[in-house]
């Protein structure tokens, strides 16, 4: 049985006879997983030890005759467009503070003249924009996978990180250019108090919204919205740097507005390699180690599996999948080696925060030869 997999490709339901629920794609939208399954995870129920299958899971498939799984693909575009809500509502509510604080130190920087403080308005106001972008990208994410995007769109998040770094830098060379343009130009600043406030305003704006951002981005698993939110927190520091500029300026020191703007622009930079990294990473398909090792001791906990081969997993928005071999007797049949792919792929989604869905290849003890003898060639056998 070295070619049995057990997958639910999109717009497909199996119906797995005992274990009574429909398999379309498994959308168990899994957060922060202290076994609250989050919206969407429609039951509730025991995972003792008698989970697998086996006479040890009579009372586990008992429970799902009588109250069944869905798991199909009406559950997957659900879920999804919950965590796409909530999202949504946080791009949008931070975009309202964010162009409220840009607003206030746009006026105040017409008043004053003060560079440092147009630094922070400009970058302040590209953090806003950044909501257009992201807004696009969870919309998309809503629509249900079809046989040319068949993993979904997810990936717009990842698309729409590019957009993100691309418009922080842009707002790095903005910066930078005025600050440098002041230096050669020194500008008397008025209204230092007005650029006082301007900057406690931005600080304060920047840090509510970069807990919110950050909150839900890792709630729902988006990397595009906690990079947005670390952008936005680095914003409110960057602020209170105005206030040493104002300082500056109070005390005659011409050039202490733009080398403050100077210091804002490489605050920008900082961002900008962060925010970059963690994009790259996530188009590199990159997870935490410890979710693959989750996902191998989850494995080993079922009864039947006696061992465990590759564990791969990426992200697609803000969902994982995973792929996952395990080894089981040689002697199973192939309705029960079903099952255990079956047991082994729900212990992964109630294991690990955030994943949807697994592919599981049943492998097996030697018997003779080697199973995957006629896939040598084309390196399948070096990949397990």
Same mark, same amino acid.
């Given at each position: 049985?070295?070619?049995?997999?057990?997958?639910?490709?999109?717009?497909?339901?199996?119906?797995?006879?005992?274990?009574?629920?429909?398999?379309?794609?498994?959308?168990?939208?899994?957060?922060?997983?202290?076994?609250?399954?989050?919206?969407?995870?429609?039951?509730?129920?025991?995972?003792?030890?008698?989970?697998?299958?086996?006479?040890?899971?009579?009372?586990?498939?008992?429970?799902?005759?009588?109250?069944?799984? &869905?798991?199909?693909?009406?559950?997957?575009v659900d879920a999804a467009m919950e965590t796409s809500r909530d999202g949504m509502r946080t791009l949008w509510i931070s975009?309202?503070?964010?162009?409220?604080?840009?607003?206030?130190?746009?006026?105040?920087?017409?008043? &004053?003249? &003060?560079?440092?403080?147009?630094?922070?308005?400009?970058?302040?106001?590209?953090?806003?924009?950044?909501?257009?972008?992201?807004?696009?990208?969870?919309?998309?994410?809503?629509?249900?996978?079809?046989?040319?995007?068949?993993?979904?769109?997810?990936?717009?998040?990842?698309?729409?990180?590019?957009?993100?770094?691309?418009?922080?830098?842009?707002?790095? =060379?903005?910066?930078?250019?005025?600050?440098?343009?002041?230096?050669?130009?020194?500008?008397?600043?008025?209204?230092?108090?007005?650029?006082?406030?301007?900057?406690?305003?931005?600080?304060?704006?920047?840090?509510?919204?970069?807990?919110?951002?950050?909150?839900?981005?890792?709630?729902?698993? &988006?990397?595009?919205?906690?990079?947005?939110?670390?952008h936005a927190r680095t914003d409110g520091f960057t602020s209170l740097a105005v206030l040493l500029g104002a300082g500056g300026?109070?005390?005659? =020191?011409?050039?202490?507005?733009?080398?403050?703007?100077?210091?804002?622009?490489?605050?920008?930079?900082?961002?900008?390699?962060?925010?970059?990294?963690?994009?790259?990473?996530?188009?590199?398909?990159?997870?935490?180690?410890?979710?693959?090792?989750?996902?191998?001791?989850?494995?080993?906990?079922?009864?039947?599996?006696?061992?465990?081969?590759?564990?791969?997993?990426?992200?697609?928005?803000?969902?994982?999948?995973?792929?996952?071999?395990?080894?089981?007797?040689?002697?199973?049949?192939?309705?029960?080696?079903?099952?255990?792919?079956?047991?082994?792929?729900?212990?992964?989604?109630?294991?690990?925060?955030?994943?949807?869905?697994?592919?599981?290849?049943?492998?097996?003890?030697?018997?003779?030869?080697?199973?995957?003898?006629?896939?040598?060639?084309?390196?399948?056998?070096?990949?397990?």
């Open positions: 049985m070295a070619g049995i997999r057990h997958t639910h490709p999109n717009g497909h339901e199996h119906h797995h006879g005992a274990h009574g629920h429909h398999h379309g794609v498994h959308d168990h939208p899994h957060g922060d997983h202290d076994h609250d399954h989050g919206p969407g995870h429609d039951h509730d129920h025991d995972h003792g030890p008698d989970h697998g299958p086996g006479p040890g899971g009579a009372r586990h498939r008992l429970a799902h005759l009588l109250r069944p799984h &869905s798991h199909d693909s009406g559950d997957k975009l309202v503070v964010l162009a409220a604080t840009t607003a206030v130190q746009a006026v105040i920087v017409a008043l &004053s003249g &003060s560079v440092a403080l147009f630094g922070d308005t400009v970058h302040n106001a590209a953090d806003a924009l950044t909501a257009v972008p992201l807004g696009i990208a969870f919309v998309l994410g809503r629509r249900a996978a079809n046989r040319r995007f068949t993993y979904g769109y997810g990936r717009a998040e990842d698309l729409a990180g590019i957009v993100i770094v691309a418009v922080i830098a842009a707002s790095a =060379v903005v910066a930078a250019f005025m600050a440098v343009d002041r230096l050669l130009h020194p500008r008397d600043i008025t209204h230092l108090w007005a650029v006082s406030v301007a900057a406690l305003v931005g600080f304060a704006g920047n840090e509510w919204v970069a807990r919110y951002r950050i909150r839900t981005g890792r709630r729902i698993g &988006s990397a595009a919205l906690v990079a947005d939110g670390l300026a109070a005390l005659g =020191v011409r050039w202490a507005d733009p080398v403050v703007g100077l210091l804002i622009t490489v605050a920008i930079l900082l961002v900008l390699r962060d925010a970059a990294r963690e994009v790259c990473r996530r188009l590199m398909d990159a997870v935490d180690p410890a979710l693959v090792g989750t996902a191998e001791t989850a494995l080993r906990g079922v009864d039947g599996v006696l061992d465990t081969g590759q564990v791969r997993m990426r992200w697609i928005g803000h969902a994982l999948r995973a792929e996952a071999d395990i080894v089981v007797d040689p002697q199973l049949t192939v309705v029960q080696a079903h099952s255990l792919a079956v047991a082994a792929e729900h212990a992964l989604i109630h294991a690990v925060p955030r994943l949807t869905a697994a592919t599981v290849h049943i492998d097996h003890r030697p018997v003779e030869g080697d199973p995957h003898a006629a896939l040598a060639h084309h390196g399948a056998v070096s990949a397990r």
